[in-house]
Nanobody, 115 residues
Framework: QVHLVESGGGLVQYGGSLRLSCAAE???????MGWYRRAPGKQRELVAT???????NYADFVKGRFTITRDNVKKMLWLQMDSLKPEDTAVYYC??????????WGQGTQVTVSS
């Protein structure tokens, strides 16, 4: 079992930065983890992943602007978001995917970027 809690969302102006945090309970070392987002009226989409093998992957629309990091000892996942755009406005979710394929999700944190 993994329990995830996101924080760090908020309102920021165009070009600004935010750092999202995801605190995990459970043994996450063997889990692939990532950030997803859902914008109003749109489907949830992948933002970035940090696998258990410590590889990272980013959606094209955030490459060069967002950075995902992870600390298994602290049981934390972060998403540093720079050069934010209004189209980044969404609810951001932390995800953990284990060897069994089961997905765990946090409750989400709202990010709003004003133009």
């Amino acid at each position: 079992q993994v329990h995830l809690v996101e924080s760090g969302g908020g309102l920021v102006q165009y070009g600004g930065s935010l750092r999202l945090s995801c605190a995990a309970e459970g043994f996450i070392t063997i889990y692939d983890m990532g950030w997803y987002r859902r914008a109003p009226g749109k489907q949830r989409e992948l933002v970035a992943t940090f696998t258990a093998r410590r590889t990272t992957n980013y959606a094209d629309f955030v490459k060069g602007r967002f950075t995902i990091t992870r600390d298994n000892v602290k049981k934390m996942l972060w998403l540093q978001m720079d050069s934010l755009k209004p189209e980044d406005t969404a609810v951001y979710y932390c995800n953990a995917n284990g060897p069994s394929g089961r997905d765990y999700w946090g409750q989400g944190t709202q990010v709003t970027v004003s133009s």
